[in-house]
Each structure stands twice: as structure tokens, then as C-alpha cells.
């Protein structure tokens, strides 16, 4: 396993990638908390991630989950709807495929590029 740092929007997670042939890789995913103090680091949670990932396209706060894992989806089938500035923003299946893994709560705080699921 590799260990790699990637930033995305300002943000820094810690990623682990197993060789070609391997199927699974880890990540590091930061949560957002209500008000972090500026010198306040930011509260990380392991995540094993399986499949392609999902990921919010905007902050906000997960409204709705409308799938179960091992649901069938197709692509463009929402999986999550967030609320940002009291609208709803559906993301969707990028392809057709099972969800994999759910890895929020609903009423969670979410920033962009925060890992929502995974499609296998």
C-alpha cells in the first residue's frame, strides 16, 4: 500500500492505494463540524472505500438519503438531495450500478468533495 496526500478545494486527505489487482483503498475523509475555531484542526474518520466514490458537488447538509445499499440504480437516479441556501441539490448516479456503501447520516454537514457513497 501507498500512502498518498491530495489536496481538493482546500482540503488535505490522507489516501491509501493497494497496487494494480488489488479491489479496495482507504481514505482519510474530513467531516465538517458546526463552527471550528481557526486554529481548531479538523476532525478526520477512516473510511474504507470500495467501488467509485460519490462525492457532494456543494457544502450543505444532507436533506435526504433515497437509496439503501445494494439498491439497483441507474445513471442520473439520485442518491443523495442537500440543502444549500434553502435549495436542494440532488446528487446522482454517475453510472448505472448497486450502491455500494452509504457513508453519511442524513442532517449531516457535508463540503464539496466529501464522499456521500460508492456504486459498484
Known amino acids: 500500500m501507498e500512502t498518498y496526500s491530495v489536496t481538493v478545494n482546500g482540503i488535505t486527505y490522507e489516501v491509501q492505494v493497494e497496487k494494480k489487482g ?65 435549495m436542494e441539490i440532488p446528487v446522482v448516479a454517475p ?3 448497486v450502491i455500494g456503501q452509504i457513508v453519511i447520516s442524513e442532517g449531516s454537514p457535508v463540503e464539496a468533495g466529501d464522499l456521500l457513497a460508492t456504486i459498484n
Open 22 to 86: 488489488s479491489t479496495s483503498a482507504s481514505a482519510s475523509v474530513p467531516r465538517a463540524s458546526a463552527a471550528p475555531a481557526p486554529q481548531e484542526a479538523k476532525k478526520t474518520t477512516s473510511v474504507s472505500v470500495e467501488g467509485e466514490r460519490i462525492t457532494a458537488g456543494a457544502a450543505g447538509k444532507v436533506w435526504k438519503i433515497v437509496v439503501v445499499e445494494g439498491q439497483t440504480v441507474k445513471s442520473g437516479d439520485t442518491i443523495v438531495i442537500l440543502e444549500a441556501m434553502k
Open 95 to 97: 453510472r448505472n450500478g
